[in-house]
């Protein structure tokens, strides 16, 4: 028994059509519109897995979530997976971490870095990863933002004083007339 494509409808076929050649849309996502596009087009799953380079199983898979479920089917499902490990108050105490001034925690530093708010957060117990700091932070909505730029006003106070004086191995630009 082979197993064919339903007919399209007049919606599906401009849409099909359009995800097959779309350069914003996932790959995974286009690959399976275009083994459905060749089915479309007459091809058998044996055929469609050689040209494609999948195995025929997975053709035969995509084809059939298709005729069940139209143009969504292609989508990815989503996938179970391991439970968050963090509590609310570990998160809480990451985001009241990034919104603290370093200094008013006596830390000897202006701002946070992603490597910093890590360090410091492990020394209170907890041991998240650098990633999944960042993640927490996305997901409340907050960004890192860069506070010293080269042209900019610098974020330390007592910049000049730390830094010392300037390189004497540049010689002093002449001032312009």
Request: net charge positive; with cysteine; aromatic share 6%.
């Amino acid at each position: 028994m082979t197993l064919r494509v339903r007919a399209l409808s007049e919606e599906e076929e401009p849409r099909l059509g359009r995800m097959t050649r779309s350069q914003k849309l996932g790959a995974g996502l286009v690959r399976r519109a275009q083994i459905i596009q060749h089915a479309v087009d007459g091809l058998s799953a044996p055929e469609i897995a050689a040209r494609m380079g999948l195995c025929g199983a997975t053709v035969r898979f995509w084809l059939k979530r298709f005729n069940e479920r139209g143009l969504p089917g292609l989508e990815e499902d989503m996938r179970s997976g391991r439970p968050p490990t963090y509590t609310a108050e570990e998160r809480s105490a990451v985001i009241a971490a990034a919104l603290s001034r370093p200094a008013e925690l006596g830390l000897p530093f202006a701002s946070w870095t992603l490597d910093r708010l890590v360090a410091y957060l492990g020394e209170k117990g907890i041991g998240m990863k650098r990633r999944r700091v960042s993640e927490v932070l996305l997901a409340e909505g907050l960004k890192w933002r860069q506070e010293e730029t080269w042209f900019g006003a610098r974020v330390d106070p007592q910049f000049e004083r730390k830094r010392g004086r300037s390189s004497a191995s540049i010689p002093p630009r002449p001032r312009a007339a």
